[in-house]
């Protein structure tokens, strides 16, 4: 399971911000070829994505490059920018499960031989996208994540966008299920006002809650605040160390299901200790983790 | 080379090189002039990128003015090769 609780886009037209894109601790990072450039400058901005991907080192973040939507520039961009390695393709405004099917063909064409096979995350940002949102997380093996984009898609649906969110509520709980249904994961909207913190952690707490696995940040200032929210809590860990223990006493008792505190512990319980201690292993949070 | 254009890609923002291209006469090879920030410590070696970006492309006569804010070895290539594409040469793709 790759963690991808920030992703953080870069503009591809920026050489100080693409050579420096490794040192923010980002989980991943997104090499921006669509909004954050000029349409003028696409060739360009191509180019020096392209050459970025081959010579800078971006630590353990992982490498993903946002192309423009197929009516564009699409085919362009994934001809140069597969041979140089990204780890994925972020594909925007997708609406239905044949433009998914129709990028993976593109990306195949485009992949050189022996090399690692391009993922891809598929940006929902309009109604039609996330009317079709489970076909399009099937569309594909190479599809490992559900991404929501909430600016194009209240601008589609005609709402003001909000700090609360209610108008993108059923979008993001739609977003959610249709990856968790198709075995994927789902990655929020990012929160735009910068320079609200408190709003941050509230927005990242309501993603979360849901179900979401991580989000989308358009600051390096915003890293810190989203992993703190994703990453488990001390609470979080001994719990999940308590339950992997009392089921193991089960087990080893002859039973499948144990209690905890007055409470059943079955396999949907042990499931999600498991992720939580899974997480806490990744991050170095949990020194001695029972498994 | 006869169907070239004067072009420019880049910008003067910090960490980035502007790069203007004019085709040069047949026989007057790849001229460079390099204003740099670095030019001390690293004219030569920009000079050098520069000049070998060109000649990977088959560019053999050309003037390329190169004003440089502390670009990267790939940032320059990438910039070099930006302007040749809009100057008019079609890049050879395997050395992109």
């Known amino acids: 399971m790759d963690l991808r609780r920030t992703m953080l886009f870069m503009p591809g037209n920026n050489p100080g911000m693409l050579q420096n894109g490794g040192v923010f601790g980002a989980d991943a990072i997104i090499l921006d070829l669509e909004d954050a450039v000029a349409p003028k400058e696409k060739d360009a901005a191509r180019l020096l994505v392209a050459q970025s991907l081959k010579t800078v080192d971006y630590g353990t973040s992982e490498k993903i490059v946002r192309i423009n939507p197929l009516d564009t520039f699409a085919r362009k961009d994934i001809e140069d920018i597969v041979p140089c390695k990204p780890d994925a393709l972020l594909v925007p405004k997708v609406e239905s499960p044949e433009d998914i099917q129709e990028v993976a063909r593109l990306v195949a064409a485009a992949e050189k031989s022996g090399q690692a096979p391009v993922k891809l995350i598929a940006l929902l940002e309009t109604p039609c996208g996330i009317a079709e949102a489970y076909r399009i997380a099937k569309a594909d093996k190479r599809v490992v994540a559900l991404a929501f984009g909430a600016e194009d898609y209240t601008a589609s649906l005609g709402a003001k966008r909000t700090k609360e969110g209610t108008e993108i509520f059923s979008a993001r709980t739609i977003v959610v299920n249709s990856a968790a249904a198709a075995g994927i994961q789902s990655i929020d909207t990012p929160f735009t006002d910068v320079n609200d913190r408190e709003g941050l952690i509230a927005d990242t707490q309501l993603a979360k809650q849901l179900g979401f696995k991580g989000k989308l940040s358009i600051n390096p200032r915003q890293i810190d605040e989203i992993h703190n929210v994703f990453n488990p809590t001390e609470q979080d860990i001994n719990w999940a160390g308590r339950v992997i223990k009392a089921i193991r006493k089960a087990e080893a008792e002859g039973s499948g299901v144990a209690s905890l505190d007055g409470k059943m512990v079955d396999a949907p319980i042990v499931a999600r200790a498991e992720r939580i201690l899974f997480l806490a292993r990744l991050l170095g949070l949990a020194e001695e983790v029972v498994l | ?96």
């Not at chain 2, 004019?22 to 007057?28: C, D, I, K, M, V």
């Open chain 2, 1 to 96: 080379m006869n169907e070239l254009k004067t072009a420019q890609a880049g910008t003067l923002e910090s960490n980035d090189i502007m790069i203007t291209l004019t085709p040069g006469a047949e026989g007057s090879g790849v001229v460079i002039e390099l204003e740099s920030i670095v030019l001390a410590q690293y004219g030569q070696a920009i000079r050098k990128t520069i000049a070998n970006v060109a000649n990977e492309q088959n560019v053999t006569d050309i003037y390329i003015k190169a004003v440089d804010r502390g670009a990267l070895d790939c940032t320059i290539q990438a910039r070099v090769l930006a302007a040749l594409s809009r100057a008019g040469v079609i890049l050879q793709k395997e050395l992109i």
